[in-house]
Every structure is written in C-alpha cells, then in structure tokens.
C-alpha cells in the first residue's frame, strides 16, 4: 500500500540515521526479505563494514549508496515499513546496527517487501532500472507526457500505475490526481487532450505535495506508519479514495467506485465524466 509520499517520509527518516554511518552488524530473518540476492547471508555479508553515503527514492523504492559502490535497494511491499530504534517488534525480518547507536528494523508481516544489496551490474537488471520518471522529483511536463500517451488505448488510471511510465503512483494518489484533475480513470490514455494533462500533471503534484506535509496516509489497517511509529494523518484530506457512496467533497454526487485491471479505483461520475459517465 505504501507509494511515493509514505515512501518518501521514510526516507527521511532513514537519511537522517544512515548517511554517514557504518553498518556494524546486519541480520536477515526470512528468506523472502532477502529473494533479490542469494539469501540472507549475502544481504548481511554485503552490508556489514559498510559506510552509508547517501539515503534517495525513486518511485517507490528506497536505495542508499554504499561506499565500495554497491547499492542497498528496497521496497516496502504492501505492508513493510522502517523503524528507527525502539523494541523489536514482530514479522522484523531485517535488523542493522550502526555505529552510531541506532539500530534501523524492516517490519513486513505480509513479506511483500524486500531488502537486497546489488552491484552496478545487477543494478542495471533490477526493478529499478525499469522505472519511469519519478513523479516528484522528475515529472514529465505536458508535451512529454502527451507524447508517451500517444495511441494508448487503455484506461488513464491503469497507466498511471505503470511504474515504466510514471514512478511512484499507486490506488490513492492516481484516484485523488484524475479526481483533481477531472479526468474519468476509464479515459484511454491517447484520447486526453494536452489541456487536461497539464492539470493532470499539476493535479499530481498538488496530491504528493500535500500528503508528504501530513505524514502519508495511514488507512484504517495501520499497515503504514512512520518510522517513529506515528500514523500518517493524510487520510481526512481524500477527495475519493475509499469514499464509496459518500457525497463528493466537491458537488455532492455519491462516489462510485469500480475496477480498473482488478483495481478499485474511486471516482465522483459528475465531477470526472468520461466513457462511462
């Protein structure tokens, strides 16, 4: 569930403790957490006597530079999430100490995410490489993203969920972005015009920026929280996204809510009218 703001807030959080630190001791305890890699002991083994120069995101993935090179990359999954000292607390499946005091925890109970240490090699066949522009820190303008859509044929929400074209967007933000934008998610990607992207574009932004200045969005699973343990307090703000059959915010009409390549995806039928409107 964790995407581009929870992502971000995390790696703020992680900066602040790693960069500049030595990795003393690393701990992996389930072989899903460390899949990328041969197993736990070469997440460890390439961790340990490391310095952390640097801590980025791109879409939804963290990755901190190592000082011989190697790359530590991760990805929260559906329910993965950082903690920064504190207890322990259970489905921890990855623990490293540094030399600083702090000890930096990956609690994942659905073992969705993962932790991996990859090479520039290896980089260059990960997930990462495979990513679009990031949809914060490198967002395609009006013109690129026109020339991207050009021809598509399926719906814009399912396109916004292609990480290769976009990075970063998932179910909430692409809901909340098309709602603000007042594009119907089942709108064929090639068929929008450049006026409605560019307020797409804008639309993205204004949606990230204000859900990083409130700490994410916590649902009511609390599978996100911030790496202090605090929920984010994003979620009062949703336009859409888990409104089911409440009154839009903006003209009253009841949400719907459909499915988009087995997505739910939320959207007001007045506000955002389109094929299926």
Known sequence: MPELPEVEITRRHLAGVMTGALIQEVA???ERTARYNSGPREVEDRLVGR???????????LHATLDDG???VAHLGMSGRFTIDGEAEPHTHFRAS?????IVRFVDPRTFGFVAVFNEEEIGFSGLAR?????????????????????????????????????????????????KARIHPMSAGGSIASGELAALIQAIREVLEAAIENGGTSLSDLAYLLPDGR???????????????????????????ILVRSRSTHFCPS???GPSA
């Open 271 to 273: 506000c955002q009218q």
């Open 28 to 30: 992996v305890t389930h």
């Open 231 to 257: 929920a984010g307090e994003n979620l009062e703000q949703l336009m859409v996204y888990g409104r089911t059959d409440l009154p839009c915010l903006t003209c009253g009409t009841p949400i719907r809510r």
């Open 131 to 179: 990513l679009g522009p990031d949809a914060w820190t490198s967002p395609l303008g009006p013109a690129e993203l026109e020339q991207a859509l050009a021809g598509r044929t399926a719906a814009i929400k399912a396109l916004l969920l292609d990480q290769g074209l976009i990075s970063g967007l998932g179910n909430i933000y692409a809901d909340e972005a098309l709602h």
């Open 51 to 61: 310095r952390v120069s640097d801590v980025g995101r791109t879409g939804k993935f």
């Open 70 to 72: 190697q790359m530590m």
């Open 98 to 102: 540094l030399d600083t005091g702090n």
